[in-house]
């Protein structure tokens, strides 16, 4: 189905107009392109997905979908066009063309598009994600096909008008899909179908395109939130509110028409859209979704590059600092600047799949790598503002999301609701606990919340309090408690929502807390800055600054035939094995519950609490409130002795992917670091280690029995006899272990 293809192996493109340039590394996007035989004819695509296996990335297909698709090689014809278009460039104008020819083959005599290409190369022509239906795919091929004919309007005349022909047949597929001056009733595609139809009329001239455009703009800028949390937000529901990072291009979308109209309403519905959400999206990252509750993970690089770009956009139009720096500040997300401090981009260019709370999924595919080069081109536009994009995060306020189940709940009566996010159901009453840092403002608390008939709420905060009644939605939908609680002083103060049903019951998912003066701390060059969302200024700041300190934690152990077994029952800090009918926690880090191993099938394979593999002991145990394993967070593990150990044996596994790390090994008067490395624990060993128990099954969140091998591991480490007094883990919080075994002679 497809030929082999030679890449470059060091592409990295450089923009030396100024120092703060950004690095735009092509190596993993070459990874990903590939020959694809389809139906007979080469040509040019992306592989879909790329899944990290060890240290190495291997390409493999959407399940049930393709191998490429028009939605991804239309990505990547916009990024070569944006580049083409900024630099004439022969390397951009060979991958802009090939990347066109392909989505041009993927068109339909009656204008629409299929999206995948199956492994034995045939076009899936009836998938849903596939198939003929005025969707993403064809949007996105209309916004490639029109800008490439924008852009080779000089280069290549006669590409051009075939550019040109093929967008005017998908615009009039289009526009039989539109409902209420949307397509398919959406904003969301909406806003990337104004993109190409303005590339279109900037081509042609013809005010019909521009006339579809305004109507589609003029349906969005109906549907914006005006106040709340969300103000500025287009909603992208149809019947209730809706809104995700992925795929919403209104400011984008919104500027380039006001670029062509000189319109100011599409400016000021940018404007808002920026100043109010954006903003709070630059301290809560960009969040996946929200409607019943607020989904805060996975933060996508599809999401990040929207806000990027729009924001570049805007400051182009408006030749406002503020959204340079706005801009810059979204786009370092891709360079360490979010909540783990971690790159969300590879040494190769490799743009990763999402960032949790705790880990980064590294999977990289076509998707995520063209969205983070695209943001970093953009940054690239900033000039001298760019430089924010390398800041450091110190700290962050204007928005707190709070998960009820996760709060002190005191003599509360409640059910845990697992059916969806987990929240709590009471017909008695809640009181909700949690210590919150505070800065001087006015906050209003928000929650997403339903139940039948009304409820008292009262809100203490300090010497603030706030209480009222309050109707209570049968949806769940986001309900405000409290609109202006003073927040005096700049100090940590205990917060206490106390919710009463008067009619009936009552759920709570997750409070909103929101204030009035959002700003961020960054550290750059040295200097420590504030941003409020309207101009930078040079602070001195202490708050939020703590030193890390380790603390040991002594493990005892026991002798057997040339072994020690460590005693980790005072270092467990996770519930990763249940029994049948109980809850635990092995692989959800956002939450309170998750999926777990079997204690059952454990329980035979261990016999007086050792586990035998291959005549290496381990010593099993858990603590009484349920803790049975370590996740790893840089805990220092005593013995309290100094021991000559020639092997280190450790039984573990990841969650979510197979991650590595190294560890310290601390003795006398030497310390060395070591490597250690555990596979995903429903995967196959990828580093080396090996396969120690494999269980017919594991429980779901729910309780159910999912039969699908999830596994244990051992990692074996050679020592030479080292003098070893203490072992320092690393932090690493996909990383369990469960056991812990010296070999001493």
């Not at 909406?190 to 009329?201: D, N, Q, R, T, W």
Request: contains cysteine; aromatic residues 12%.
């Amino acid at each position: 189905m497809r030929g082999k293809v030679s890449f470059l192996t060091f592409l990295c493109v450089f923009f030396p107009l100024f120092v703060w340039a950004v690095e735009l590394n092509l190596n993993h996007l070459e990874f990903l392109r590939d020959t694809f035989t389809v139906e007979g004819k080469k040509l040019i695509g992306y592989w879909v997905y790329a899944e990290r296996q060890g240290s190495q990335y291997v390409k493999v297909p959407a399940t049930g979908e393709g191998v490429t698709c028009v939605d991804d090689v239309a990505r990547v014809a916009i990024f070569y066009l944006e580049l083409l278009r900024r630099e004439r460039n022969d390397f951009y104008e060979t991958r802009a063309k090939e990347a066109l020819e392909f989505v041009l083959a993927m068109q339909t005599n009656d204008g629409d598009y299929y999206n995948f290409v199956e492994e034995n190369g045939k076009i899936n022509r009836v998938g849903p994600t596939s198939r003929k239906s005025g969707n993403w795919w064809a949007v996105r091929a209309l916004w490639a096909t029109a800008l490439g004919s924008n852009v080779y309007k000089e280069i290549n005349p006669a590409f051009s008008h075939l550019l040109e022909e093929s967008s005017r047949k998908v615009v009039d597929v289009l526009e039989r899909y539109l409902s209420d001056g949307l397509l398919h009733g959406y904003t969301d595609i909406s806003s990337a179908f104004v993109l190409g139809l303005c590339e279109l009329y900037e081509k042609t001239r013809e005010p019909r395109y521009l006339r579809l455009a305004e109507k589609i703009a003029n349906a969005m800028i109906q549907k914006q939130i005006s106040e709340g949390p969300f103000a500025g937000a287009i909603n992208e529901g149809k019947e209730h509110f809706a809104w995700h990072g992925w795929g919403s291009r209104h400011v984008e979308a919104f500027v380039k028409l006001y670029n062509i109209t000189k319109k100011e309403k599409y400016l000021d519905t940018a404007r808002l859209y920026a100043d109010e959400l954006y903003m709070k999206l630059l301290i809560v990252g960009p969040i996946y979704h929200v409607e019943e509750y607020v989904r805060l993970y996975p933060q996508l690089s599809y999401a990040a590059e929207c806000m990027v770009s729009g924001l570049a956009e805007l400051f182009k139009a408006t030749k406002e600092d503020r959204y340079a720096v706005m801009a810059a500040l979204a786009g370092g997300f891709f360079l360490g600047n979010n909540v783990l401090g971690q790159s969300m981009i590879g040494p190769n260019g490799e743009g990763y799949d999402g960032l949790h709370s705790v880990y980064i999924n590294k999977n990289a595919g076509a998707e995520s790598t063209v969205c983070a080069l695209r943001a970093l081109a953009k940054l690239n536009e900033l000039s001298k503002f760019s430089r924010f994009a390398k800041s450091q995060r110190i700290a962050a306020w204007g928005v707190q999301l709070l998960e009820a189940e996760k709060m002190e709940t005191g003599i509360s009566s409640y059910e845990l609701d697992l059916s969806g996010n987990v929240s709590l159901s009471t017909d008695s009453f809640l009181r909700l606990r949690t210590r919150l840092r505070t800065f001087k403002g006015n906050l209003r608390v928000f929650a997403f919340l339903k139940g039948s008939g009304r409820a008292i709420v009262k809100i203490s905060m300090g010497d603030s309090k706030s209480e009222k009644e309050i109707e209570l939605p049968q949806r769940a939908s986001l309900v405000e408690l409290a609109n202006s609680l003073p927040a005096e002083t700049a100090k940590e103060q205990r917060l206490t929502l106390y919710i009463k049903p008067l009619d009936g019951g009552v759920t709570v998912d997750q409070i909103l807390i929101v204030s009035d003066h959002p700003f961020l701390i960054f550290e750059i060059g040295g200097k420590t800055y504030q941003f409020n969302g309207k101009t930078v200024q040079e602070v001195k700041w202490s708050d939020f600054q703590t030193e890390k300190v380790l603390t040991g934690v002594r493990a005892s152990f026991e002798e057997r035939e040339g072994y020690l077994l460590l005693d980790l029952t005072p270092i467990f800090n996770n519930d990763g094995i249940i029994r049948e009918r109980k809850h635990g926690n092995f692989d959800n880090p956002d939450g309170v519950v998750g999926s777990c191993y079997s204690w059952e099938e454990m329980e035979k394979q261990i016999n007086d609490s050792i586990f035998l593999y291959q005549d290496i002991p381990f010593k099993i145990s858990e603590k009484s409130s349920g803790e049975d394993n370590i996740v790893c967070s840089g805990q220092r593990i005593e013995l309290g002795t100094s021991v000559k150990v020639c092997k280190i044996y450790m039984l573990g596994s990841s969650d979510h992917g197979d991650y590595e790390a190294n560890l310290i090994l601390l003795g006398d008067s030497e310390c060395v670091e070591k490597r250690i490395a555990f596979s995903d624990w429903c995967g196959s060993p990828v580093f080396g280690e090996r396969t120690a128990l494999k269980m017919k099954y594991r429980y779901l969140a729910d309780g159910q029995k999912q039969f699908i091998s999830p596994k244990l591991y051992v990692w074996e480490m050679e020592t030479d006899d080292f003098p070893l007094s203490a072992i320092e883990l690393p932090l690493l919080p996909t990383m369990h272990i469960f056991a812990i075994t010296l070999a001493v002679q």
